[in-house]
């Protein structure tokens, strides 16, 4: 039984608009969530992070929303690019030790 | 920021050969270094949780005689994988714990390993 979910596995964006990718956890005493980049045959790299004691984090052209009632969170990029083209990760868990989701592999399209 | 090195990127073997893997803290000491394996298309899976100086905690399904880790020192930590498979065939990612945190919460990971057994 899946604890991340992220239930679209795929997403295309035209350039210059926004991608939300969207994560679900069942665990509600989850309270470190991270979102990672990963382009094939490579190592994920870390995006962005939020804990819950906020619900709103920024970072340049990355925002991450986190809703502790509906225990779901969601990655905006604003403004998308074709370099962000790659499977994005969201993971959550108890600080020492984090759960993955699937995985939405994203596009964006010139 | 913290660097983490894995080592071979991508290694070719026969069955029933074994194979080993290692993942090296750069610039940091990391006392917890995890182990994932990622299927084609698929998530990443957590193997092991290896905690230096001590023996590796497994997560239910993964076979402790056939990986096997060892975390020596707090910077390096090494996968066998032992009587190699074409079923182990996959891409295998370590991730190393900078306690000192930051916004990734130390979770730093290598660059991954792709194993071919043939």
């Known amino acids: 039984d899946q604890q991340v979910k992220q239930n679209s596995p795929s997403l295309s964006v035209q350039e210059g608009r926004i991608s939300i990718l969207n994560c679900d956890y069942t665990?509600?005493?989850?309270?470190?969530f991270l979102w990672y980049k990963k382009y094939p045959a490579e190592g994920p790299t870390f995006l962005i992070s939020?804990?819950?004691?906020?619900d709103k984090n920024e970072d340049g052209r990355f925002t991450v929303f986190l809703n502790k009632s509906a225990k779901h969170l969601s990655l905006h990029i604003v403004p998308s690019q074709p370099g962000d083209s790659a499977v994005y990760f969201c993971?959550?868990?108890?600080?020492?030790?984090?759960?993955f989701g699937p995985g939405t592999s994203l596009s964006v399209i010139p | 920021g913290a660097v983490v090195s894995q080592h071979p990127s991508w290694v070719i073997c026969k069955s029933g050969t074994s194979v080993k893997i290692e993942c090296r803290s750069l610039?940091?000491?990391?006392?917890?270094m995890f182990w994932y394996r990622q299927f084609p298309k698929q998530s990443l899976m957590l193997m092991a949780t290896?905690?230096?100086?001590?023996?590796?905690?497994?997560e239910q399904g993964v076979e402790k005689d056939k990986f096997l880790i060892n975390h020596a020192s707090l910077t390096l930590s090494t996968l066998t994988v032992t009587s190699a498979h074409p079923e182990d065939s996959s891409f295998y990612i370590c991730?190393?714990?900078?306690?000192?945190?930051?916004?990734?919460?130390?979770?730093?990971f290598g660059s991954g390993t792709r194993l071919t057994v043939v």
């Open positions: 993971a959550a868990g108890p600080y020492d030790k984090v759960i």
């Open positions: 991730s190393a714990r900078d306690w000192r945190t930051g916004a990734n919460y130390g979770y730093t």
């Open positions: 665990n509600s005493m989850f309270d470190y």
């Open positions: 610039d940091f000491q990391a006392t917890t």
């Open positions: 939020i804990s819950s004691i906020k």
């Open positions: 290896s905690n230096e100086g001590s023996k590796a905690t497994y």
